[in-house]
């Protein structure tokens, strides 16, 4: 009763949260949500928007006044990367970045391999993460409906790993990067549509900020 209790406060909370924070800018959600929230909470809001890279951010926040520290260089780094990389979808959520590539910018149809232009996009995002190492990088792999889950499962893990195999043969230190593969079962897009399924087939990377980071922001924030 008493852990039933809790997930509704949880979800509660998170509906309140969001809603709240629609007049705020993203440095200014970051600390909010990080305050009232944990890992719990990042799971719920995840799983239950569908979004993995949203519930994983919030579920990392520091919040507080650090977290804002945080954000604001997050801000500056989200804006480098929309730059250098123009085909990408980028967001700032929280205290992190959401960077969405496409399997049409990444691989050819049901392939794990990047292409020419994959790898011409990577180095730009490449240049962008070395400005700013003290982030992890975790690659999140992700497929449409189409053929089993199990074949989705395994397709989308070899592409996640394709990338972060990339970006640590570009310099990206290997410490920084982890991998996941979710199939067939995030899916962000309508898969009833062609059009949807395209976007369905898609690397997210989440942008937090690392161990040194948060320690050097809680130092500022404490002076």
């Known amino acids: 009763m008493k852990t039933l209790k809790n997930l509704i406060i949880i979800i509660l909370s998170a509906v309140l949260i969001l809603q709240g924070c629609a007049s705020m800018n993203k440095t200014q959600k970051g600390a909010v949500i990080g305050t009232a929230t944990g890992t719990a909470m990042g799971a719920v809001i995840g799983h239950a928007s569908g979004n993995t890279a949203l519930g994983a951010i919030i ?37 992190g970045i959401v960077v969405e590539l496409s399997s049409q910018i990444l691989f050819g149809f049901d392939q794990a391999d990047l292409s020419t232009e994959a790898k011409s996009n990577l180095d730009q995002l490449v ?3 070395n400005e700013y190492p003290d982030t992890d990088i975790e690659l999140q792999g992700h497929t449409d409906s189409r053929g089993s889950e199990a ?7 070899r592409r996640a790993g394709a990338v972060s195999s990339y970006l640590a ?3 990206i230190n290997n410490t920084r990067l982890s991998t996941k593969g979710f199939g067939e079962t995030m899916p962000k897009y309508d898969n009833d549509s062609e059009e949807g399924r395209a976007q369905n087939r898609r690397v997210e990377f989440l942008i937090t900020a690392n161990e040194k980071m948060i320690e ?7 002076r």
């Open 59 to 95: 579920g990392a926040a520091v919040g507080g006044t650090a977290g804002a520290i945080i954000g604001h260089q997050m801000d500056k780094q989200a804006e480098e990367i929309k730059e250098k990389v123009p085909e990408a979808k980028v967001e700032r959520v929280g205290e």
């Open 127 to 129: 240049k962008v993460l």
């Open 151 to 157: 074949y989705n499962q395994t397709l989308s893990e």
């Open 169 to 171: 043969s570009r310099g």
């Open 216 to 222: 050097q922001a809680k130092e500022e924030a404490a």
